[in-house]
């Protein structure tokens, strides 16, 4: 008997159908003696509807109310899921995250999972229930309902399965596992078997939505196996998520290159003409820390007159926020020529864990990009990963080249 914790996105459960059809999947596991844990999204395009509601009545919704309105797309879910379940005769009970207590901070809209209290669902494994908890959604210690960011239901499912120590985490979702790059650009990505967790991570960071990259950093830090598996079919393996060190043993030679990610949720802060001298980069960017708004890329360039300029990219949403933050409270110390804002802009990267042992990956990847015409804005690399920002409109134009390049179509 295994402890199995599985995972259905939003498209997984869009109708009564598919939540039967989930229902079925899980009487299956339940049939063959496995306890299992299910986490459910909302129903495809549901957060989004919330959030679009939100909108109307204050244009930048207050988090915590936002909060409140958006964790309840998977509180129906819940409760449609575990009706499928009885219906097959299955006893089954819900929980929302603050029924299991899924304690996070209180970064409403993207708070972390603290501490996951495990003993109820335990109890009622043990007394044949399967489980349904809400993904995406948490507690803070003052009672106030917190959300883990878009896509936050991996997380749930993964942070789960570590803390009620699962033999697996089945990550159900509308593709059949992680892809070269994502399908649905590039139809001849091919499905990989398997993919190192770094890489996974990765890829998850600059933008692959497959999985939510907190999920893959649960993972990593306690070591759960993650599968990544299409819930549209009954066969198939799926992706695995794997540690490095198993997967050398296995593997002969490796792809120097494992994937493509891309991000369109980026945007860039430009700050012109700044004084080139000491603390410069923390007087810009400790005020937006200050403001709690996560920084990605970051550029400085090399002086000339004694100025310099400077530029960041945050996500595109706090993009407002982050010009106001520097308008206000860092352009009065600093004196900038000009401070802008760019939210045109995409990020693609090539992450391969190979790069650490072949030189040129960077060339090939300019040359190819210059071969289209494409200009490279910001460049960040790190050992498995090279990362270019550019114009929107040529994102998918890059992706697809590149993919070709590194020749990462199913062959
Ligand atoms: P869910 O609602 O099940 O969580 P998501 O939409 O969040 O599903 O994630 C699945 C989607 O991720 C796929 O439909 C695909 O378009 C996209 N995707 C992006 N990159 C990849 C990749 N490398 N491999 C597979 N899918 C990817
Ligand atoms: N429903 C949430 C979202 O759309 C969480 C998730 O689907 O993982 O982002
Ligand atoms: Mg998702």
Redo the contacts with the bound molecule.
């Keep these: 008997m295994s402890l199995i914790v599985q995972k ?5 459960v869009a109708n009564p159908e598919r939540i039967r059809n989930v229902a079925r999947r899980v009487a299956r596991y339940k049939a063959m003696g496995h306890q299992i844990v299910v986490v459910v ?1 909302a129903m ?1 395009g549901e957060t989004n509807k919330l959030i679009a509601l939100a909108k109307e009545v204050m244009a930048e919704p207050d988090p915590r109310e936002l909060d409140v309105m958006i964790s309840t797309g998977e509180q129906v879910t819940i409760g449609m899921t575990a009706l499928a379940l009885m219906e097959l005769g299955i006893k089954a009970k819900s929980y929302t995250g603050t029924q299991v207590k899924i304690l996070t901070d209180d970064s409403h809209t993207k708070a972390r999972i603290l501490d996951i209290d495990e003993h109820n669902i335990k109890q009622d494994l043990n007394d044949g229930y399967v489980c349904v908890v809400a993904g995406f959604q948490g507690v803070d210690e003052f009672g106030n309902i917190t959300t883990l960011g878009r ?1 936050g ?2 997380t749930t499912g993964v942070a789960l399965a570590a803390a009620l120590k699962a033999d697996e985490c089945q ?5 059949d ?8 650009v590039v139809p001849e ?1 091919r499905r990989l078997d398997k993919i190192t967790f770094e890489e996974m991570l990765e ?1 998850a960071s600059q933008g ?3 999985l939510q990259i907190r999920s893959v950093e649960f993972a990593g830090k306690y070591k759960v196996k993650l599968r ?1 598996l299409s ?1 549209f079919e009954d066969e198939g393996d799926g992706t695995l998520i794997t540690f490095e060190e198993e997967n050398k043993d296995s593997e002969m030679e490796e792809p120097i290159i494992s ?1 493509i ?1 891309f991000n369109r949720d980026e945007a860039k802060i430009i700050v012109l003409g700044v004084p080139d001298k000491p603390g410069i980069a923390y007087q810009i960017l400790g005020p937006i820390a200050d403001a709690n708004i996560d920084v990605d890329m970051i550029i400085q360039n090399t002086g000339a007159d004694g100025t310099t300029d400077f530029t960041f990219t945050v996500h595109k949403n706090e993009m407002g926020k982050a010009l106001a933050v520097l308008r206000d409270k860092v352009q009065n110390h600093i004196n900038a020529r000009e401070i802008s804002g760019d939210d045109k802009i995409a990020k693609v990267s090539v992450v391969g864990i190979g790069m650490r042992s072949h030189v040129g990956i960077a060339s090939q990847m300019f040359r190819t990009l210059a071969e289209e015409g494409i200009n490279i804005q910001m460049i960040s690399t790190s050992e498995i990963k090279i990362a270019v920002v550019i114009d929107e409109k040529y994102m998918e134009l890059a992706v697809r080249v590149l993919h070709k390049a590194f020749e990462l179509e199913e062959s």
């Design positions: 259905y996105g939003g498209t997984s999204s495809s896509g239901s991996d990550i159900y979702t509308d593709v596992g992680v892809y070269t790059t994502d399908p649905r990505a890829l692959s939505k497959v990544v819930s994937g990610a």
